[in-house]
């Protein structure tokens, strides 16, 4: 299995940054999809933006974003360090939600809950 562990979450002010990561650790292959997904109080996980996790010569980093993100975060990977970021910018308070890692072995079709199989325990992200 996959095993997927957030970090980088915080609380930030209006216009201000965040960078979150998600390393994949436990079997994993060599290529896979990793996305980013969120959850505020009161509302369904949405998905935010995802990568295609492998490496450069078979068209990895190929990404997908949300309409409601995009031109404000950067989805990209350290292929070599099974490691995944979200670099966060502009943010604003309805950014603010748990942010939850993904990720299934099979190229990234889209930002469904249910397209994704494995799943970290998440981390806050509060913008005031």
């Known amino acids: 299995h996959v095993q997927l562990v957030e970090s980088g979450g915080g609380s930030v002010q209006a216009g201000g940054s965040l960078r979150l990561s998600c390393v994949a650790t436990g079997y994993t292959p060599s290529s896979y999809c990793m996305a980013w997904f969120r959850q505020a109080p009161g509302r369904e996980r949405e998905g935010v933006a995802a990568?295609?996790?492998?490496?450069?010569?078979?068209?990895?980093?190929?990404?997908i974003y949300a309409d409601s993100v995009k031109g404000r975060f950067t989805i990209s990977q350290d292929y070599r360090k099974t490691t995944v970021y979200l670099q966060m910018n502009s943010l604003k308070p309805e950014d603010t939600a748990m942010y939850y890692c993904?990720?299934?072995?099979?190229?990234?079709?889209?930002?469904?809950?249910?397209?994704?199989?494995?799943w970290g325990q998440g981390t806050q992200v509060t913008v005031s």
């Open positions: 993904a990720a299934i072995v099979q190229r990234c079709y889209g930002l469904g809950v249910a397209d994704f199989d494995y």
């Open positions: 990568i295609w996790a492998a490496a450069p010569t078979v068209g990895g980093g190929t990404t």
